[in-house]
């Protein structure tokens, strides 16, 4: 019954969103067209449900070369691949916004965790791997926001590679595994409100905490 209904209500909030955003997707499509590199539209194969390979749909926020250059899949917050719009893009997560054609072709949900290129999901434990995606990947889910500034803590690591597999990576899987194990209608709308909530006031994190009280014990530097 929770599968139809989360189906359901994906669907309704998909095309909710696509309806009150159509005034930004229409300008975003506009100023990408006219710069950078022309491109809009950014397709990417990503680990989907039961790992399984899918095309995510974003608009298009890096140089087209970008996964070949120095950096590689991770990005850090003043990343010279990204392009002048695209930060924007990035910062107010207007860039994931095209993946509601994702939801509506059921190939992601609106929360769950997020979908990784396969050299970013290889970097979780074997146990992770093995489990992380029995759900359908996510729009946000609970990694993506107690991680909503995930760039910032890799520009302040001395090693962002190393930083993100040994530290960012376990802390993530554990989130996600709580989401399975706790997984709700009532969590995906709390998640849900907790994401527009930190893109209005991303300094207030405090919130996550209190209102998902039991979350795994987050290491010292998560601040």
């Not at 449900?49 to 974003?58: A, D, S």
């Not at 054609?101 to 146990?127: C, D, H, K, Q, W």
């Not at 709700?184 to 998902?212: C, E, G, M, V, Y």
Request: proline share 6%; with cysteine; hydrophobic share 45%.
């Amino acid at each position: 019954m929770y599968k139809y209904a989360k189906r359901f209500f994906d669907i309704v909030i998909a095309l909710i969103a696509l309806i009150a955003s159509a005034w930004l997707l229409l300008p975003c499509m506009l100023i990408l067209w006219c710069s950078g590199e022309h491109e809009i539209w950014y397709l990417q194969k990503r680990m989907g449900w039961k790992n399984r390979i899918f095309h995510i749909i974003k608009f298009v926020t890096m140089l087209k070369n970008s996964p070949n250059m120095v950096g590689g899949t991770i990005t850090t917050r003043r990343d010279p691949r990204v392009l002048p719009f695209g930060r924007f893009l990035r910062m107010t997560k207007l860039n994931e916004l095209p993946q509601v054609f994702n939801v509506l072709n059921g190939t992601m949900s609106i929360v769950g965790p997020r979908p990784l290129v396969e050299a970013g999901f290889e970097l979780y434990l074997p146990e992770i791997k093995e489990h992380i995606y029995a759900v359908h990947p996510g729009i946000t889910g609970l990694g993506s926001v107690v991680f909503r500034d995930e760039e910032k803590y890799l520009s302040q690591a001395d090693d962002a590679p190393r930083f993100y597999r040994e530290k960012i990576m376990p802390y993530k899987g554990a989130l996600e595994m709580y989401y399975q194990e706790h997984i709700s209608l009532w969590l995906d709308l709390k998640i849900i409100f907790l994401t527009a909530w930190l893109i209005a006031f991303p300094d207030n994190k405090q919130l996550i905490r209190h209102w998902i009280k039991d979350l795994p014990q987050a290491p010292e530097w998560l601040s």
